[in-house]
């Protein structure tokens, strides 16, 4: 198989779009609807871990904002999309603040082709106070062949820098995407790297239940739906980012002790 493979590979990494990360600003302050002219997405997953969150508030961020750190790879950094306000940033900022009813206040620290040792070696040092931190790691180890006890050796020590970094905030991992299913990659390379993600996502949901107010929240997005990727076939569009962050929106306000939206 690996004869079949390797070709595979180098012709996606040829052939594959490199598009930038997202430009504009990393942090901003978003408002609660109808001001801030979004509502609260459709859920599609759930969560599982300890969490651990600060409850019903008061949050810390200005006004009462609650705050959001979003910490992580290419998708941190909203690859596939021209701002932080189109990618998963953005749009779980807006989901949160039509949730909560009150402003949310993110920011993003994000960096193409980090690993987990490298997030929390270079990126996560500088998050600062958070109410809730929210985490997108896993493509590039998968891509590196990182070993299974490394990965999860990697998770608990990034859930530890974060926790700490944060004031103790509750940390939710994004589980691994469905590579398995993505345009971008060509049989039988798809399938074999899917059956890994699998694994790494099985690994981080086990690593993060031993963690204290860490989460593990499944990427059930629904990849197929028409316009999910960008031009590269590989990172999310605004309205993939937009899904995304309705998958996600269940962990973090169960994270934060908030009653979870109605399906």
Do not use: C, I, K
Not at 136 to 156: H, K, P, S, Y
Not at 171 to 199: I, W
């Amino acid at each position: 198989m690996a004869p079949l493979l390797l070709p595979q590979a180098v012709r996606v990494r040829r052939a594959t779009p490199r598009l930038p990360e997202a430009g504009g600003p990393r942090a901003g302050l978003t408002p609660p609807p109808p001001y801030g002219g979004a509502a609260p997405l459709t859920p599609y997953g759930g969560a599982s871990g300890q969490g651990g969150g600060a409850g019903l508030g008061p949050y810390g961020g200005p006004g009462g904002a609650a705050r959001l750190a979003v910490v992580g790879e290419s998708t941190a950094a909203g690859v596939g999309v021209e701002t932080s306000e189109e990618g998963l940033p953005g749009h779980l900022a807006r989901a949160l603040a039509g949730a909560l009813g009150r402003p949310v206040a993110w920011s993003v620290a994000g960096r193409t082709g980090a690993n987990a040792a490298e997030v929390t070696r270079d990126l996560a040092p500088g998050v600062g106070a958070a109410d809730v931190v929210v985490v997108a790691v896993g493509v590039n180890d998968l891509l590196e062949l990182t070993r299974l006890g490394a990965w999860a050796a990697r998770v608990r020590g990034l859930a530890g820098v974060l926790r700490e970094r944060s004031g103790g905030a509750p940390v939710v991992f994004s589980g691994m995407p469905p590579v398995g299913r993505f345009p971008a990659l060509p049989r039988p390379l798809r399938d074999v790297l899917g059956r890994r993600a699998a694994a790494l996502d099985l690994v981080m949901a086990h690593a993060l239940a031993g963690v204290p107010g860490a989460v593990h929240a499944p990427m059930e997005v629904p990849v197929e739906l028409p316009g999910f990727f960008a031009s590269d076939g590989f990172h999310p569009s605004a309205p993939g980012y937009r899904t995304w962050a309705g998958v996600l929106l269940p962990a973090v306000l169960t994270a934060l002790g908030e009653p979870a939206p109605l399906a």
